[in-house]
């Protein structure tokens, strides 16, 4: 079983639609959690930190749920910027840092 | 700017060539990475580094080696590149948990290797 999975996508949305990403993780000892954007053959950057209470940045909401060892992420109101794929990252050490990618889902917001 | 810098961005060898991909970063961090990314794999992490001369394998190791002498430096070696090293190299860096734990990445370097 991989460390990080990610539903497959990829995913073709009408601007405007709401679409969720789901992310799974099998280390219960992981630590931090983050997704990242990354548009084609560019870097990733983050996107938003997960935190336990849940957490929104303007249309972009992520929850973490610690017993199910899921994460996931919201997006409200898709504009065509959105299209990109969305990286789940899981800090997984818990004496450092030792950063997991998730496959990576791809959204395709479409006019 | 905070940043991480990598060089050359872009690199077509053949292979044996050594080749040696630098990365620097100016933001004091402790925490270097180096992965791969070849389509329908994602990103494969190579080697990492937890500070100064403390290195350690990620998960495709085989056929890179790294060096952490300074904090804000941290090439990726291949001594004798093959066909299967051609891929998109991402480093990264990150401050660690006291800081945000975020994972700040240089803007790739694509090799092909002939």
């Known amino acids: 079983r991989k460390e990080v999975e990610q539903d497959p996508g990829p995913f073709n949305v009408p601007e405007g639609a709401t679409v969720a990403f789901n992310c799974t993780y099998s280390?219960?000892?992981?630590?931090?959690f983050f997704w990242y954007r990354q548009d084609c053959r560019k870097e990733p950057k983050l996107l938003m930190s997960?935190?336990?209470s849940g957490n929104e940045d303007g249309r972009f909401t992520a929850q973490l749920n610690r017993a199910s060892q899921y994460i996931s992420l919201l997006i409200r109101d898709s504009k065509l910027s959105d299209s990109a794929t969305y990286l789940c990252?899981?800090?997984?050490?818990?004496?450092?840092?030792?950063?997991?990618f998730g496959p990576g889902t791809r959204l395709s917001v479409l006019p | 700017e905070a940043q991480v810098t990598q060089n050359p961005r872009y690199l077509i060898t053949v292979t044996g060539k050594k080749l040696t991909v630098t990365c620097s970063q100016n933001m004091n961090h402790e925490y270097m990475s180096w992965y791969r990314q070849d389509p329908g794999l994602g990103l494969r992490q190579i080697y990492y580094?937890?500070?100064?001369?403390?290195?350690d394998k990620g998960d495709v190791p085989e056929g890179y080696k790294v060096s952490r002498k300074e904090k804000r430096n941290f090439p990726l070696i291949l001594e004798s590149p093959s066909p299967n090293q051609t891929s998109l190299y991402f480093c990264?860096?990150?401050?660690?948990?006291?800081?945000?734990?975020?994972?700040?990445f240089g803007e790739g370097s694509r090799l092909t290797v002939l």
């Open positions: 280390n219960s000892a992981s630590q931090s």
């Open positions: 580094s937890m500070n100064v001369e403390v290195t």
């Open positions: 990264a860096s990150s401050g660690g948990r006291q800081n945000t734990g975020e994972l700040f």
């Open positions: 990252v899981v800090d997984t050490d818990n004496y450092g840092q030792n950063f997991v």
């Open positions: 997960v935190y336990s």
